[in-house]
């Protein structure tokens, strides 16, 4: 079973780990502001994003239309409104995200993704009303304390990590409800969205028109490399894998980011910062130590 499964994982851990590494394009662009990198990030997306859709999933696109025309209008309506959501939450956490790698500190980035995945949980206990054990409820106490310990140290890195995990956090309990349409599509059509929300702005307030190759290298590196293939990657090993495990692995992310952070942009880590996110660390395997046994001895759930 490990076997028929490991394409798969492989898929699952390869598009976590290049999101590991996305601060490196990121801090190269650091001379440039925040929102005009999120401008020709979205741009971009768009066009690479649709050119993959009609080359590779038309069938699923058509059929997507298909289900929304056929659908009663007050479940067109729901779906309009999560959508709308969901792009405004997705692209306040891209920028607040680029934003804290570029002008905070990457260790604040990485931290707020691995956090982000428990205020999900808590946040679907909350609001969807989604079950959780004594054991998970012990855990997102521990990752409490860790934050609260964080913020003795440091409040406005701990807040920035907070704001965009919790960004993301309710973008992906949007994408929860939204159980009938295809993922891919959805994310192309919220990044439809943005645009059209980021056209005003970015008349108004954008610089010149950028024109180096240093920069729409980057964006184009961005675009396809760290937006749009680990989602293809994560859609598809999202075939052979439950949610849950691909939950998992997701702490992949944040660990190589912190490496990254420490090892390759030489940010300093104090011991008061180590042992909270050490704490949070055993939270994580605590919240997750079901899927862990499972993952571990092969068993199907």
Aim: charged residues 10%; aromatic residues 16%.
């Amino acid at each position: 079973m490990l076997k028929s499964k490991s394409r798969y994982l492989f898929a699952a851990f390869l598009s976590v780990a290049i999101w590991g590494f996305f601060s490196i394009p990121l801090r190269n662009l650091k001379a440039f502001p925040s929102e005009e990198i999120l401008y020709y990030r979205i741009f971009t997306s768009l066009v690479v994003i649709w050119i993959a859709i009609l080359l590779f999933r038309r069938k699923i696109l058509t059929k997507d239309i298909r289900y929304f025309k056929n659908a009663l209008p007050k479940e067109k309506r729901i779906i309009v409104f999560q959508i709308i959501g969901a792009t405004i939450l997705l692209t306040l956490n891209w920028y607040t995200f680029i934003y804290a790698v570029n002008h905070i500190n990457l260790k604040s980035a990485a931290f707020a993704y691995m956090v982000c995945p428990l205020i999900t949980a808590f946040g679907g206990f909350l609001i969807l009303k989604e079950e959780l054990s004594n054991l998970k409820l012990v855990a997102l106490g521990i990752a409490l304390l860790s934050i609260i310990m964080l913020a003795t140290g440091s409040f406005i890195d701990v807040l920035w990590s907070v704001i965009i995990a919790a960004l993301y956090a309710f973008y992906l309990i949007i994408q929860r409800k939204m159980q009938h349409l295809d993922k891919l599509n959805v994310l192309a059509l919220q990044i439809t969205v943005a645009v059209l929300l980021m056209l005003p702005f970015y008349i108004y307030h954008h610089a010149d028109f950028p024109t180096g190759v240093w920069f729409w290298s980057h964006i184009v590196i961005i675009a396809v490399v760290f937006t749009v293939i680990p989602l293809f990657l994560s859609l598809y090993a999202l075939i052979g894998i439950p949610s849950s495990t691909l939950g998992i692995i997701i702490y992949v992310n944040p660990i190589i980011a912190f490496a990254v952070a420490v090892l390759y942009f030489n940010e300093k880590i104090s011991l008061h910062q180590l042992l909270a996110y050490l704490l949070l660390l055993f939270a994580v395997f605590l919240f997750n130590w079901n899927l862990i046994k499972d993952i571990f001895t092969f068993k199907r759930k």
